[in-house]
């Protein structure tokens, strides 16, 4: 039997990856995984046990015995981590900052890929992250590599955060986003980088109605060659 077929969405922080995979896997009934948040529940683990962020044996320990739960779906979506509801504490940008440095470890890396596959069900799943179709899932039916400038991503970041009642300053916030893009491109293990065979999206000038359209179009075609 054929496995469940995946679409890989990789892309820089705040290209509006993570809203468009939300929406594509609830407009096909797809499972998702937000490969982003077990960076950082990885980080905030590390954080609460006193394991330094550049002990490698240790880290791959701590992520064997993490037991995550993810409750509800979309961006109802509740994140358990040994029974604690860490939701809003691991999108706060430190977070995000050390997950972005524990994720230039190969050895945490390595420990997450199993735990990342096995998001994949029937009957499909959206995976959202960095090196989905490069590393992850790199027989995914569909990759989408979604990028937007730096200015624009900082500014739907602020948005966000702002939304959720988070005190943020828009200067910081770029300076932030390029200090990550510099760390995750840069690093030597699955850097950020498109696969050959990804399709780019540059949302800078798009709407996620736009970038979704797009992505359903695809999906819809080749969904129905693989089930051909
Ligand atoms: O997508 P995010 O901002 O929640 O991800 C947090 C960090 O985790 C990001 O800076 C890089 C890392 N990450 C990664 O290296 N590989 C992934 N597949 C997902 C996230």
Do not use: W
């Not at 509740?78 to 691991?90: C, F, H, K, Q």
């Not at 039916?141 to 979604?146: D, E, G, S, T």
Request: charge should be negative; charged fraction near 25%; proline fraction near 3%.
């Amino acid at each position: 039997m054929n496995p469940a077929p995946v679409i890989a969405i990789d892309g820089p922080s705040g290209s509006g990856k993570g809203t468009l995979a939300v929406r594509v896997a609830e407009r096909l009934s797809f499972h998702l995984l937000d490969s982003g948040a077990l960076y950082r529940l990885t980080a905030y683990a590390a954080l609460r046990d006193s394991v330094g962020d550049d002990d490698e044996a240790a880290l791959a320990a701590l992520v064997a015995r993490l037991a995550i739960k993810f409750h509800g779906a979309g961006d109802a979506v509740r994140v358990l981590l040994d029974g604690e509801d860490v939701t809003r504490a691991i999108r706060d940008e430190a977070c995000g900052m050390a997950a972005s440095r524990i994720a230039g470890l190969s050895a945490v890396r390595g420990a997450l890929l199993a735990l990342q596959r096995n998001f994949r069900r029937a009957p499909g799943l959206v995976a959202d992250g960095r090196d989905m179709g490069t590393v992850v899932f790199p027989d995914a039916v569909i990759k989408i590599f979604l990028t937007a400038s730096a200015q624009e991503r900082a500014q739907r970041r602020y948005k966000q955060l702002k939304d959720k009642g988070f005190d943020v300053n828009l200067r910081a916030l770029l300076e932030e986003i390029e200090a990550r893009d510099q760390r995750d491109t840069q690093r030597t293990v699955a850097p950020l980088t498109a696969a050959d065979d990804a399709i780019v999206i540059d949302s800078t000038a798009l709407s996620i109605e736009q970038v979704q359209d797009r992505v359903l179009e695809l999906a819809a075609q080749r969904l129905q060659a693989v089930t051909d």
